[in-house]
């Protein structure tokens, strides 16, 4: 059988192919509002990760679902990277994954079954390294590749850590560099070389497990994992939920130097525009700044690093916590401050 190019199914791949943020807002503010029972934790109000729901004194169920259209052409690897991504968001509210269900929509008559066990393989894969099963799931025929998770997880009450509660002077912590949405741009266009999908695969298969252990330290306020919106909306949520402004700086951030490379060359996701357009105007961006770089913001990460707050004396365990889990690219890139009466919460970028 010839090797199958699943990307060319999809309109876009991975996490670029969420709805864009601006359309997202005004489709959520009409939908109605359901009961809100008081074990849900953690809900829809502050945009989080995952739903929260306290069991008991000592457990809480968190939940998620993720799944998207192909990153990359082989579906062992899209099934890896789409499952990682899932779990990721368990592993940001503090918790630990105990059980998946997946998600499965592929177009039955142009993908052959040997294909699409492959993609099955990959996720179960991930789902092995993470300690779960799979325990079940849905599928159906349409007309693009789909593939994804449920994914269910157990945490302390006490430690689930939330987009929204960060505090004034706390010190941003990213644990994966950035630039995987570019690296996807480049492999679509056919410039990444093997090196670069090699880079691209690690980094979008590295389970952000190390959450469990920074939502033990006393110092990490709040958590999200860097994902469709890029970091500068995925900070910006952070933002919003803690009535809090960042400041953050270009120069710090770690990124990845293949997709810095095709950045400059203009090779960038159509989805970093659209991200853009959809919060820039409560991103305050320096006049020296360059493309490239608004490019790299906002770019949307596929299975991305955590962003952590934390106080300013934890930052050092918060950084030994990363790398001794393989986070070697983790990195201080800002910090969060009060605002003034009147003012929106908002993020500034800095040189």
């Known amino acids: 059988m010839e090797p199958i190019a699943l990307t060319r199914f999809s309109h876009g791949g991975g996490c670029g192919c969420k709805i864009a943020p601006g359309l997202l807002s005004e489709i959520l503010a009409r939908a109605p509002q359901g009961i809100v ?6 809900g ?23 799944f998207f259209t192909p990153i990359v052409d082989d579906p062992f ?20 994954p105990i059980m998946a269900l997946a998600l499965v929509g592929m177009p039955i008559s142009k993908l052959p079954p040997e294909v699409i066990g492959r993609v099955l393989e990959g996720g179960a894969s991930i789902c092995r390294e993470a300690g779960i099963p799979i325990a079940g799931g849905h599928s159906i025929d349409v007309l693009e590749p789909i593939y994804g998770l449920v994914g269910l997880g157990l945490v ?6 939330r987009n929204s509660a960060a505090l004034a002077g706390d010190v941003l912590v990213l644990g994966k560099p950035l630039g995987v949405g570019i690296l996807s741009a480049a492999l679509k266009k ?12 690690r980094h979008t298969t590295q389970l952000n497990r190390v959450g469990i252990e920074l939502a033990s330290l006393k110092d990490v306020h709040a958590m999200t994992d860097v994902t469709g919106f890029g970091l500068a909306g995925h900070l910006l949520e952070i933002c919003r939920g803690s009535g809090l402004s960042a400041a953050v700086s270009l ?13 400059q060359q203009g090779v960038v996701t159509g989805a970093s525009d659209r991200n853009w357009a959809g919060y820039g105007g409560q991103i305050a961006w320096p006049e020296a700044a360059l493309d490239w770089q ?9 299975s991305g ?3 952590v707050t934390c106080k300013p004396e934890g930052v050092p365990s918060v950084l030994e916590v990363f790398r001794t889990a393989g986070f070697a690219r983790a990195a201080t890139v800002g910090a969060l401050h009060a605002i003034s009466a009147g003012k929106r919460p908002g993020v500034a970028f800095m040189p």
């Open 37 to 42: 029972p008081p074990e849900l934790l953690v």
């Open 44 to 66: 829809t109000e502050t945009s989080d990760d995952a739903a929260v729901y306290r069991l008991n004194d000592t457990q809480a169920l968190v939940a998620t679902t993720d």
């Open 77 to 96: 690897d899209f099934g890896r990277i789409a499952a990682t991504n899932a779990l990721s968001d368990i592993y940001a509210m503090g918790g630990t």
């Open 156 to 161: 302390h009450p006490e430690r689930v850590r």
């Open 190 to 201: 056919g410039l990444l070389d093997a090196a670069g999908y090699a880079e691209m695969i």
């Open 251 to 263: 120069a710090a951030l770690p990124l990845i130097a293949n997709a810095v490379r095709f950045a």
């Open 294 to 302: 608004r490019a790299l913001v906002s770019d949307p990460q596929t």
């Open 305 to 307: 690093g955590l962003l």
